[in-house]
Structures are given as C-alpha cells and as structure tokens.
C-alpha cells in the first residue's frame, strides 16, 4: 500500500471504517469510475446531497441530490469526466495527498465526518484539476456497519479549514 493510502485511524475500528468509505474506497471507486463499489455504503432510503455552491452563506445551499440515484448520475459524470484527462497513478497520488479526513465525530449511532480536499492534480495535457472544497458527511450504523445519510459539500474550504 501507497504511503499517501494509510489510514489515520488504525486503533479506532469505527473511524478506521468510516475513513476507508469516505477516502480510499470513493478515491479508488472514483478514478475507476465505478459506482458499484461504493453504492453499498449509501443508506439509499436516508440520503439526502446538498451542494454548497462553493460559498459559506447557508442561503446559497441547494438539495441538488434529493435522492442517491441523482447523486450517483452526477458522481459517474464527474469521475468520466475526470477519467480520460489524468494518468491513474499520478491522479491517484495527487487526490490522495489532497484528501484529508481527520475529524470524525461519533456519537451513538450517529457519525459526522468532515472531509476536505487542499490541493491539485496534474492532468495528461499539462494543467492542474485544483482539489480546494471540503464536505461534511452525515452517517448512521445500521445492522452493524456505517452508511452514508447525506451530506453538505462542495463548501469552500477555507472554512474552519
């Protein structure tokens, strides 16, 4: 395994699992475009994506993905947007090292995981695909294992940064 694939948490199962969806597993499943291998970690009938329009006035955020499925049209045209500009292994380090996930709060059966994304990655052609939001994801334990609910991103990442 990559350095930049550690997991922070490896004495902590519960951070460790949620760390493992919301960063190797979207990456990996991400540049693989592949939706298939995150939609188990989605309580579909709980979900709810709200786009942050890049700014910190709450006014500005929309319900842009009510639902999973709509999520999941925009993730797939995002990573098969994405997929024929970068080279895997260098888009796979840079993404990597621009991810952070190092604050995870769980309460119950209840998680909050804040996800933020501070830096670039180089494309085939030469320029930079800039990585500069974070994302605050919403999570549940149910039958035993973490699921998504939703979550509000796209936030610029200077906030709390």
Not at 77 to 88: E, L, M, V, Y
Request: charged residues 25%; hydrophobic residues 45%; aromatic residues 14%.
């Amino acid at each position: 395994m990559d350095l930049y694939a550690l997991n922070p948490f490896a004495n902590d199962p519960d951070r460790h699992a949620i760390w493992e969806m919301l960063v190797a597993r979207d990456i990996e499943a991400f540049l693989a475009c592949d939706w298939s291998m995150v939609e188990p970690d989605f309580a579909a009938d709980r979900f709810m994506g709200v786009d942050g329009k890049a700014s910190a006035n709450p006014d500005e955020w929309r319900i842009s993905f009510p639902t999973l499925e709509t999520y999941s049209v925009s993730w797939l045209a995002g990573a098969r947007d994405f997929a024929p500009r970068a080279d895997i292994e260098t888009a796979r380090a840079g993404v990597f090292g621009a991810t952070r996930l190092n604050e995870i709060e769980i309460t119950g059966e209840r998680a909050l995981a804040h996800k933020k994304f501070n830096g670039k990655v180089e494309m085939k052609d030469g320029t930079f695909d800039v990585l500069d939001w974070q994302s605050v994801y919403t999570l549940a334990r149910i039958e035993g294992a973490w699921k998504l609910t939703g979550f509000i991103g796209y936030l610029p990442y200077s906030m709390g940064s």
